[in-house]
């Protein structure tokens, strides 16, 4: 054997290596681990406002404009909810962080901040840095304990089926929610694995709806986006259709969908995250009237059946205080 064939062997043996930790998925288990309980809706005499933010891959990086345009003309979300990509803005600005420095927190952001590749394994990426960045900056705290009601979509691997984190772990929530099936390794939950959660709620609006929102915004970044009507040649038309009409069925639930005119770019692709942010800013701003007015019109819903109640309430007092005031002769 050559110098040359051996130092190739070498390397092709240290990569297998490398490949044999790489195929065992992360696990996560116990109480820290995200997990769902029960949906208690919010309750308000004002209007709740939710947030639904969907996958698109690095088009969800226009999210972030689309809340900068909300937060400048002082729209603010009570419930948000996020799916794939859609899900790590979301968990930033469910953490309590404003917009304009989620913004730039979006552009300084290079990809190897939240991808780590991994040499053979079920996926690409493993997942480990995108769910340590999310950690960080929602300082450590489970989805229970931020600033805002929060919740995130994953689908089992198993029986493709949607699960919902409400509890536990911000950051491993996410990394489930974001793993592309053989783009990202899936981590193990509790003993099963999850992928994407945008194959089963692809801008999860019915969730934010359940979750006790009055007007549900929507943000659809999905390639289906610009070309739902672009079935061609080479492409899996049933798989397609079935997406898509997840997706419509999200979407119709929603009280406003935006739907910015993002670039399209690949999954991983951070070239154009400035254009895509602004991009959601435009969107949003546009948006904004809209919303405006939908609050003002619950608002003034909810005053007069509140006014209704009260209403009802002073009669049902006044009645039984006549009834208290007789003579006993009844």
């Known amino acids: 054997m050559t110098a040359v064939m051996r130092k190739l062997a070498t390397f092709f043996l240290a990569a297998a290596l490398v490949a044999g930790c790489a195929l065992v998925p992360s696990e996560f288990n116990g109480d820290g681990a995200p997990r769902q309980v029960e949906i208690v809706p919010l309750r308000s005499q004002r209007p709740l406002v939710a947030l639904a933010l969907g996958g698109g891959g690095a088009r969800g990086f226009a999210h972030v ?26 968990a930033l ?61 994953a689908t089992e691997a198993k029986n493709h089926r949607m699960t919902v984190f409400n509890r536990g ?105 400035e254009q895509n942010i602004i991009a959601g800013e435009e969107a949003g701003r546009d948006a904004a009237p809209r919303i405006r007015k939908l609050i003002e019109q619950v608002a003034a819903r909810k005053r007069a059946l509140n006014h209704h109640r009260s209403s009802m309430n002073e009669d049902k007092s006044a009645g039984h205080s006549v009834v208290g005031t007789g003579d006993g002769n009844w």
């Open 93 to 153: 600005y469910a953490g309590g962080r404003p917009a304009g420095e989620i913004w730039n927190i979006a552009l300084t952001l290079e990809r190897d901040d939240i991808v780590d590749f991994v040499v053979i394994g079920e996926g690409w990426v493993k997942g480990e840095a995108l769910q340590n960045f999310v950690n960080r900056l929602v300082n450590d705290k489970s989805i229970e304990q931020l600033p805002r009601r929060f919740a995130i979509v």
């Open 169 to 273: 772990n911000t950051g491993v929530a996410v990394r489930a929610s974001a793993s592309v099936p053989r783009l990202f390794v899936p981590p193990v939950i509790n003993g099963e694995k999850y992928v994407d959660g945008g194959l089963t709620s692809p801008v999860p609006v019915k969730l934010a709806r359940a979750m006790g929102a009055d007007i549900v915004i929507a943000v659809d970044v999905s390639w289906f986006a610009q070309a739902r009507n672009a079935a061609g040649p080479g492409m899996a038309e049933h798989r397609r259709r079935y997406r898509y009409a997840l997706l419509a069925e999200e979407l119709e639930a929603a009280d406003v969908v935006i739907t910015p005119q993002t670039v399209r770019t690949r999954m991983l692709d951070f070239d154009h995250k």
């Open 65 to 90: 404009g689309v809340i900068k345009a909300l937060e400048d003309a002082g729209i603010e979300a009570d419930i948000v909810t996020g799916a794939s990509s859609g899900a790590v803005v979301a």
